[in-house]
């Protein structure tokens, strides 16, 4: 029998398994948490919010972002070892922009398992860096599951994909910023 705690184990045994309360206590199915969307950073979940609901959330953390960018373009924070501002607005609409799904359109498949707090496992990637000039905005900002970041960072062919990625920010972030969420 594996250790208490160990991912190998029986599934009752750990106890961060969510609950089907359905179905007498017993976990989720792996279709059910598959089907499950990322929550943003807020506790407003993306389920929760019909689709003008959702377009105006995202159009109003991009405001907030273009309000604060100018000020944290080039800033560098000296207590985190001189690294660009982030802003966290702009992590949030990209998660709320990409409904829990890799942003890649050739993604082969993205981890089904989910994070700690129920969220689909992604990366919020800027597709030209903040170092190199990129701006810290959704319009050049994509959701990729770990395998797809990884091509877009080390990749043979990461120059194509860089461009293609770029190509989806700008287009789904237009679209989501006109109202047409989803």
Do not use: F
Request: with cysteine.
């Amino acid at each position: 029998m594996p250790a208490e705690g160990d991912w190998r184990g029986p599934v009752s045994d750990h106890k961060t398994v969510s609950r089907n309360p359905l179905s007498n206590g017993q976990p989720y199915s792996a279709r059910h948490l598959k089907s499950r969307r990322v929550r943003p950073s807020s506790s407003l979940a993306i389920r929760d919010l019909q689709p003008p609901r959702v377009s105006a959330r995202y159009r109003a953390l991009v405001e907030k972002v273009e309000e604060r960018e100018s000020a944290a373009s080039g800033g560098r924070r000296e207590h985190v070892r001189g690294e660009p501002v982030r802003l966290k607005e702009a992590r949030e609409a990209v998660l709320l922009r990409c409904q829990g799904q890799c942003e890649n359109p050739s993604c082969g498949g993205q981890p089904s398992d989910l994070t700690d707090h129920g969220q689909a496992i992604l990366e919020v990637d800027h597709v030209e860096r903040i170092a190199g000039g990129g701006r810290d905005h959704p319009v050049q900002m994509v959701a990729l599951c770990p395998n797809c970041h990884a091509m877009k960072e080390r990749g043979a062919h990461r120059a194509a994909l860089q461009s293609v990625l770029l190509h989806v920010a700008k287009e789904t972030h237009l679209r989501w910023n006109a109202g047409d969420a989803g």
